[in-house]
C-alpha cells in the first residue's frame, strides 16, 4: 500500500542496474514510453547502485544479479535493509541460484529479462504498490532445482513456526504459495479480498517474513506445498 504521505499521482522512479548497457537502454526506451514510471538513473553493477541511490532517490530498483565488483544478491541486501527502494530481480535461466539466494535477501521479485514490456511495467507498478512479484513459472523452476538441497535443521525450525498458524491461515499461505493472487483467493474461499489481506498480514508477522516472495519461499522451504502442486494454470 502507498503511504499516505506519498503521492500517488508522481511518477514511480526506477533505478536501472545491469552491467550491459544495451540491456539498460531497452529498459529505459520501454518505461520512459510510461507516463507513470520514470528511470531516474542508471548503474552496471551493485557498487554503483548504492552510490547512485545515495545521492537519487528511487522507488524500485530493476537489479541484474551477476555483475562485476558487487554482484546483484549483496546489492539487494543492502538496499533492502536500510528501506532505500525495493528490488525487483531480473534472471536469466541460467542464474536462477543467484535469484533465489537475492529474494531470500529481500528482493519483493523476480522476472526473467525476456519478460514483455507490459509483464515489466505491471511487475513494477505491482512491487511499488505494496504487492510482490513472484512469476509463478519461474517460481517452479526455482523450488525444483533448490528445494532438495535445502537443510533439513533449517527446515524443521521452519516447520515449527506453521504451528502458530491458525487453520485459515494455514490455508492462505499454501494458496499464496501455489501463486494464486488476493483477489482468486478470496474467490476460492469465498471471503472478501480485504480479509484475504488481513489473514496475509498475520501470517508474515507470525512467521517474521518480510513480503508475499519470502511468504512462498518458507511454503517450499518447510515442505508446506510441493513444487508438483502448483496450479497448471498458474
Request: no cysteine; aromatic share 4%; proline share 3%.
Amino acid at each position: 500500500m502507498l503511504s499516505e504521505f506519498e503521492d500517488s499521482s508522481r511518477p514511480v522512479r526506477v533505478l536501472l542496474v545491469d552491467d550491459q548497457e544495451l540491456v539498460r537502454a531497452g529498459f529505459t526506451m520501454v518505461l520512459d514510453a510510461q507516463p507513470d514510471i520514470e528511470v531516474v538513473g542508471e548503474a552496471g553493477d551493485g557498487a554503483q547502485a548504492l552510490e547512485r541511490l545515495r545521492h537519487t532517490a528511487a522507488d524500485v530498483v530493476l537489479m541484474d544479479v551477476r555483475m562485476p565488483r558487487m554482484d546483484g544478491i549483496e546489492a539487494t541486501r543492502r538496499i533492502t535493509s536500510d528501506g532505500t527502494a525495493k528490488v525487483i530481480i531480473l534472471t536469466t535461466f541460467d542464474l536462477d541460484e543467484y535469484a533465489f539466494a537475492a529474494i531470500k535477501a529481500g528482493a519483493a521479485g523476480f522476472l526473467l529479462k525476456d519478460a514483455g514490456p507490459a509483464q515489466l511495467i505491471e511487475a513494477i507498478k505491482s512491487v511499488h504498490s505494496g504487492d510482490a512479484v513472484v512469476a509463478p513459472s519461474t517460481t517452479r523452476r526455482l523450488l525444483d532445482r533448490f528445494a532438495v538441497h535445502l537443510p533439513d535443521e533449517e527446515r524443521r525450525a521452519a516447520s515449527g513456526a506453521l504451528d502458530s498458524l491458525t487453520a485459515r491461515e494455514d490455508q492462505v499461505l499454501r494458496l499464496v504459495a501455489r501463486g494464486l493472487s488476493n483477489a482468486e483467493i478470496a474467490e476460492r474461499l469465498y471471503v472478501s479480498e480485504a480479509t484475504v489481506k488481513t489473514h496475509m498480514g498475520r501470517i508474515l508477522m507470525k512467521l517474521e517474513l518480510r513480503d508475499r516472495v519470502q511468504a512462498v519461499v518458507f511454503a517450499y522451504e518447510t515442505g508446506l506445498v510441493k513444487s508438483g502442486q502448483m496450479g497448471d494454470s498458474m
